[in-house]
């Protein structure tokens, strides 16, 4: 059954012979709408995934760092996913293939050198650091679903029926590539344990990767778009709760035994 797409979405035009989609609503409203990035909300994502990764490396970085070192590092940290997945997959480096991700790069970057109070904003402001983690997310969430599909589709099976393993490492790579460049590190970003965006990026690419290369995606219309927006508002969710320290306080280990006692 052909599918067409209107301006501002994949919303799909059904037919009078056509069956009724009845999950239909999953991005048939304005959440999705934003969250599958259409338009002019793709370039004003990336505009904030690019920023709120500048926020991270000039906060790491030595205010006497030179220029350059700060701009490589900021690039990397942006597209190290978008650079490492297509090299193995024999394909175009994100920076190589889309201007607009060195455009809102450059742009960021001099958001963060001439305006650094910007950065104090983001950390004072509650609102602004939310909107700011909605933006990244959601950049974040098509960058692996983008990536898992396209190794999908790139890896011949083997074993099995579909690749089960290189997606899913490819995926995961598109979610945080950039804090394992430069290849210096080596494995010092693992070393004390997966990173919460490591953390999701596994899960949100395993998942998506087996729903959409088994019969549990059968019948299911647009469903790498309805993908998408769950993964997105996953790791929103993920993000939030991690900014703002909103995990369940667990007590220590004599507190937790004085309480059985008492019980």
Known sequence: MPKFSLPLGPKSIQNENAVVDETSWIIDNVVSDFLLMPGGVLYMCMLGYTFMHGSKVFSMLPSDAPVSYKFISLLMACTGGGILVPIFLNGLPVPLANDAYPIAII???CLHYYFPILRDVANMSKIFKVYLIVMYESTRAAVVT????LAAASIPP??????LFGPIFCGTLAGCGGAFLPLSKGLDPVKDGLMPPMQ???????????FLSTSLSDGCVDAKYKCQVFLALFFISVGIVNAFDLTVKLEDDEGVESKDKKD
């Open 146 to 149: 983008k990536l898992t599909m």
């Open 158 to 163: 083997t074993t099995f029926s579909f690749p």
């Open 200 to 210: 999701t990026a596994l899960f949100g690419s395993s998942v998506l990767h087996l």
């Open 107 to 109: 742009t960021s970057f």
